[in-house]
Nanobody, 120 residues
Framework: QVQLVESGGGLVQPGGSLRLSCAAS??????????MGWYRQAPGKQRELVAT???????NYADSAKGRFTISRDNPKNTVYLQMNSLKPEDTAVYYCNAHSNWPSDTDYWGKGALVTVSS
């Protein structure tokens, strides 16, 4: 079993910054995590992609995140980070960490979520 634990959420004013962290633990040595990422779900909306990063360092961002958010990864620690700058009220959501394993099977693992609230 693999667990993902997010940290770093909270309340921030518009224009402020937050850094989310997500650490994978458990039976991570029995699988191959080839990509990790962040998704978010705002009230009344579907979960959406924010950013992903592969084990090789390739990144992908939602248009809403480009230029403001930066995803990074510490492979030895199986940890992924999301630096969020210039936050807007519309960034308010629960942010979920995701880890995708491609061995021994294609499996997605999810954290429980971290609430980010952008408000004055």
């Amino acid at each position: 079993q693999v667990q993902l634990v997010e940290s770093g959420g909270g309340l921030v004013q518009p224009g402020g910054s937050l850094r989310l962290s997500c650490a994978a633990s458990g039976n991570i040595f029995t699988i191959n995590i080839n990509a990790m990422g962040w998704y978010r779900q705002a009230p009344g909306k579907q979960r959406e992609l924010v950013a992903t990063i592969t084990s090789g360092g390739s990144t992908n961002y939602a248009d809403s995140a480009k230029g403001r958010f930066t995803i990074s990864r510490d492979n030895p620690k199986n940890t992924v980070y999301l630096q969020m700058n210039s936050l807007k009220p519309e960034d308010t959501a629960v942010y979920y960490c995701n880890a995708h394993s491609n061995w021994p099977s294609d499996t997605d693992y999810w954290g429980k979520g971290a609430l980010v609230t952008v408000s004055s």
